[in-house]
């Protein structure tokens, strides 16, 4: 029977491997990412959203969020990225991975609906 010695290419990549998968788990309670608290005068973000155009947001108090858009075959998305205000804008991303929408209307009461408009698009609250 024969006995498989590794090489030391093969030793070192194994080594190489089990270095990323630690990598990868001392990440993923937190994705690597800061979150910060949503703002208290944006508190009326927080919640599922869901767009007259496709995409759909969800925002949560710690700071965390996701969205996904598409556009025909096309879509783009992110799933607890860190949600990030700064004046009229707001930015959900993770890893490079990033979407800015403009803040074209805060949260309203519409017919017993939550609504907003960020970047044009029309949101309602779930």
Same mark, same amino acid.
């Given at each position: ?24 788990q ?18 009326? %973000? ?11 947001? $969800? ?6 969020? &996701? /969205? *996904? ?9 992110v ?19 990033e979407?800015? %929408? ?11 609906? $939550? ?6 698009? &029309? /949101? *309602?609250?779930?």
């Amino acid at each position: 029977m024969m006995q498989m010695i590794p090489t030391r290419r093969a030793a070192l990549a194994m080594m190489g491997l089990g270095l990323a998968v630690l990598a990868l788990q001392g990440c993923c309670g937190n994705c690597g990412i800061e979150k910060t608290p949503v703002p208290e005068k944006r508190a009326d %973000f927080v919640g599922s959203w869901e767009g007259d155009e496709g995409t759909s947001l $969800t925002i949560t108090a710690d700071g965390s969020g &996701s /969205f *996904e858009q598409k556009s025909g075959a096309a879509s783009k998305s992110v799933s607890g990225g860190a949600v990030t205000f700064q004046g009229d804008t707001m930015k959900i991303g993770l890893f490079g991975i990033e979407e800015t %929408f403009t803040i074209d209307k805060a949260p309203y009461d519409k017919d017993g609906k $939550t609504m907003m408009k960020l970047s044009g698009e &029309s /949101f *309602e609250k779930q």
